[in-house]
Structures are given as C-alpha cells and as structure tokens.
C-alpha cells in the first residue's frame, strides 16, 4: 500500500516538475553510460510517450489526492473510507506501475550490454548505500 502512496505523489506533480526531473535523469544517464545521440533520441521518444500515458492518468491521481487529503484532515479518521477510496483507485494505480515499468523496461533495452551491467551496479550500489530517490 505505501507503494501505491509514493506512486501517487509522483504523479501529482505539476508537469514543469515533471519535465525537470526528467531532464536532469537524462543528463544524468548520458554521463554516466557515456549514450550515443542514437539512444538519447531512442529513451526521449520513450519518455515522451510515457509522459503521454501520464498525463492520461494525471486527473485521476488528482481526484485520489483530494478525496485522500479530505480523509487525513479529517477529525476522526474512517479506516473504512479511506481503504474503499484505496481500493476503488487500484486500477490506476496498476495501470501507473504498469507503465512505469514498461517505460525502464524500454529504456534499460536501449542500452548496450556493458551499459546495462554498469546502470545495474550504479542501482545496487545506490541501494546498498541507502540512497532510493536521492540525487548523486
């Protein structure tokens, strides 16, 4: 369930916020894997179109987030209501994990052999050193 909470929050996003975050992601890549303008052209289109599938889900996300937010200020909290609101939002938040995995997936086989198994130890080492979400 937290998943699906932290998914929420990026999606909830304004869309300039969206857009810098992958800008800097990019920039980040292209360093680091040393990408050709052939695969930084491949993962822009890629990203494109995920940013097209997001914004599809966006308005939803918006609704969850109000009638969540409704729920936590309340005064006396309704476990009730706020697992149906949780649960009537599980398609959305399928169809957003589904398309942001479907979007790594596309990404990570833009990459070379060598550079996959370098992004792969970058993440572990990432991982390992607790840094999920934090910028280098």
Known sequence: MSGAYASSN???RDG???HQKGKHMMKR?????????????????I???AKEQHDVLRESMKKFKEAEKS????????????VALHTSYQDTFAQMALTR?????????VLTAEQ???WISKMDKRKKDGKRG???
């Not at 890549?29 to 289109?45: C, D, G, N």
């Not at 729920?71 to 706020?82: G, V």
């Open 116 to 118: 996959q198994a370098k």
């Open 101 to 109: 995995a479907k979007t790594k997936h596309a990404i990570f086989n």
């Open 134 to 136: 934090k910028r280098d």
């Open 47 to 49: 990203n494109t179109q």
């Open 71 to 82: 729920l936590l200020q309340a005064e006396i909290f309704d476990e009730q209501a706020y």
């Open 16 to 18: 300039q916020g969206y």
């Open 10 to 12: 990026d999606f909830a």
């Open 29 to 45: 890549m292209t360093k680091a894997l040393s990408l050709t303008e052939s695969q930084q052209t491949q993962i822009k289109a």
